[in-house]
């Protein structure tokens, strides 16, 4: 599954592995996009345990087929 989450706040980059192997990307905005494959449900959920346990205000979903390119 192809994913984009956008969060409030900012990561470092080096957060990617921990964070499912998404790309993290820091907007002007203060907002953080990650973006990238999820293999299941599973990585998902856990994933979003993770955001949560950092506190984090989730702003935005979205699924995309692989042929689509998030808006990042």
Not at 44 to 66: K, W
Request: hydrophobic share 40%.
């Amino acid at each position: 599954m192809n994913v984009e989450i956008r969060i409030k706040g900012t990561l470092k980059q080096d957060w990617s592995e921990w964070l499912e192997g998404l790309i993290v990307s820091n907007h002007a905005d203060g907002e953080t996009v990650l973006s990238g494959q999820i293999p299941d449900q599973s990585a998902f959920l856990g994933l979003l345990n993770r955001i949560h346990g950092l506190n984090l205000q989730l702003l935005s979903f979205s699924q995309y087929d692989s042929a689509d390119s998030p808006n990042v």
